[in-house]
């Protein structure tokens, strides 16, 4: 049973264009989301994260919007770079109000291609 | 300013070896996670400890794999007894978990690469 889905294996997108990468979840005490940014041979890095009390959070070029009643969330690039070009995973945990919680799920992740 | 230390970065072990794999979490981060990624296939956790104790290893397999994260010194994942379907990535992920707060995501590491013949 998987709990963090993101449907889509990949994107591509025109550079300058807006990226929307979706992600969707089932467990409902999930209360903090992160994505991250993976590049090939090396470890995920932090993107932008949201917690379930906000239904946005922005920094820069990356939105992230929330939807609890749907568990859905999604990651906006505006405007797309080819140095956006990566895998992205969308990640979640209850680690909020879990004070010993500290595993996050991630999904499978979305592989982006920005095109010149 | 180090982040995340893995080592080795790539490890080659034959069927029936052991392999360790090795984590230094950033400086200041009192908690480690391990997470493992097959081929095509997003990341898996496997295990969370704080120093000297293991918190959560509901994603470890319950046979030949351990892990731990003693007082001194870096975190260790061990493997025994390897088979091919234990070839992937493994990442560690530090962070200074705080009550109550959000603000506290995971750094992770380079992640180590085993690869079993």
């Known amino acids: 049973d998987q709990q963090v889905k993101q449907n889509s294996p990949s994107l591509s997108v025109q550079e300058g264009r807006i990226s929307i990468l979706n992600c969707d979840y089932t467990n409902s005490m999930f209360d903090y989301f992160l994505w991250y940014k993976k590049y090939p041979a090396e470890g995920p890095t932090f993107l932008i994260s949201?917690?379930?009390?906000?239904d946005k959070n922005e920094d820069g070029r990356f939105t992230v919007f929330l939807n609890k009643s749907a568990k859905h969330l999604s990651l906006h690039i505006v405007p797309s770079q080819p140095g956006d070009s990566a895998v992205y995973f969308c990640?979640?945990?209850?680690?909020?109000?879990?004070?010993?919680?500290?595993?996050?799920?991630f999904g499978d992740g979305t592989t982006l291609t920005v095109k010149p | 300013n180090a982040g995340v230390m893995q080592n080795p970065r790539h490890l080659v072990r034959r069927r029936g070896q052991e392999a360790r794999l090795r984590c230094s979490p950033m400086?200041?981060?009192?908690?480690v996670y391990w997470y493992r990624q097959l081929p095509e296939e997003g990341l898996k956790f496997m295990v969370y400890?704080?120093?000297?104790?293991?918190?959560?290893e509901s994603g470890m397999p319950k046979e030949r794999f351990s892990a731990e994260f003693p007082k001194e010194g870096p975190s260790i994942l061990r493997i025994q007894q390897v088979v091919r379907g234990d070839s992937a990535a493994y990442f560690c992920a530090s962070s200074s978990l705080s009550t109550g707060t959000a603000d506290n995501e995971q750094f992770f590491g380079p992640g180590t690469r085993l690869t079993v013949l």
């Open positions: 990640a979640a945990s209850d680690r909020f109000y879990n004070t010993n919680a500290g595993k996050s799920t």
């Open positions: 400086k200041g981060h009192s908690h």
């Open positions: 949201i917690s379930s009390i906000k």
């Open positions: 400890l704080q120093k000297e104790n293991i918190i959560d």
